[in-house]
């Protein structure tokens, strides 16, 4: 994998457009969506792929269905989560495709044409390849579910299934809240700080107030699981509204871009 690339490339095709990291080696198909390129309107335009925020269900549809064709996809062949902000790690193969896999915040297989994926809308998506065991990963880390150890957990059911070494594990944090704009309370802090390694520099003050770097403690908590190559997609939502989704910035009055994974042949 050639560090010197930039971390991620920006891709259109079949009217879409979404982010790749150019690190991933072949054989994996992956996709940072951004919102551009569906049919939701107002607020929630255009490729919103949220079902609980309120969209025609129809658009949603015809989003999904847009996302699939663009990427070779048969829904059948698609894992995707309710996602609750905790900690639980399924493993999904061939007969979880189709299905939506409750109260869990990452998946991961081995199972080559099973994509897995999942929703976000400033939260950071944190995806997973095995090179050796050729597996992959797909995990939601807001910050409570970096609380929670949901990126620790994702590493560790790696291991457990497949055997994965965390030193061969290539991790990538994909759009999210930058430190810029995720100005946070003193419990958020605390949560944080109980859940990354010592002296771990996660936030920063700026005129009384805390501001919290997610990706940094995101990073952090992989360097301590044994993963050491990390890339920041250094993709910030809050900043980038026309590209993206943010609950945040647009005061919860937003859709949810998706992230999917695939491994090919």
């Known amino acids: 994998m050639n560090s010197l690339l930039p971390p991620v ?3 259109q095709s079949a009217g879409l457009t979404w982010y790749r990291f150019p690190q991933i080696m072949d054989g994996v198909e992956h996709a940072l969506l951004t ?5 939701s309107r107002g607020h929630l335009a255009a490729l ?7 969209d025609d269900p129809a658009a949603v549809a015809e ?4 996302v699939f064709a663009a990427f070779g996809l048969r829904r059948e062949a698609v894992v ?17 495709g ?4 409750q109260e869990t915040d990452a998946l991961i297989t081995d199972a080559l044409g099973v994509a897995v994926l999942m929703r976000f809308a400033d939260c950071a998506p944190v995806l997973f390849f095995d090179p050796v065991r050729h597996a992959v990963g ?13 990126v620790v957990a994702t590493v560790r059911a790696m291991q457990a299934s497949f055997g994965t070494h965390p030193e061969d594990l290539w991790a990538g944090i994909g759009p999210a809240i930058g430190p810029r704009h995720y100005a946070v309370g003193a419990e958020v802090l605390a949560a944080i700080e109980a859940a990354v ?18 990706p940094a403690a995101i990073t952090a908590q992989l360097h301590a699981a044994g993963v050491m190559t990390v890339i920041p997609s250094q993709l910030d939502t809050a900043a980038r509204t026309d590209e993206w989704y943010s609950h945040r910035a647009e005061h919860g009055r937003t859709g949810r871009f998706g992230v999917l994974m695939c491994l090919r042949q």
């Open 98 to 101: 189709g299905s939506v896999i």
């Open 138 to 150: 797909l995990a939601h880390a807001g910050w409570r579910g970096v609380a929670a150890g949901v």
């Open 48 to 54: 919103n792929l949220g079902s609980t925020v309120g």
């Open 197 to 214: 390694p010592p002296q771990t520099v996660f936030a920063e003050r700026r005129e009384n107030q805390a501001f919290l770097d997610l």
């Open 80 to 96: 995707t989560p309710f996602q609750v902000h905790g900690n639980h790690v399924v493993r999904v193969g061939p007969e979880a």
């Open 35 to 39: 919102r551009l390129g569906g049919v």
């Open 9 to 11: 490339e920006r891709c």
């Open 63 to 66: 989003n999904y269905r847009r």
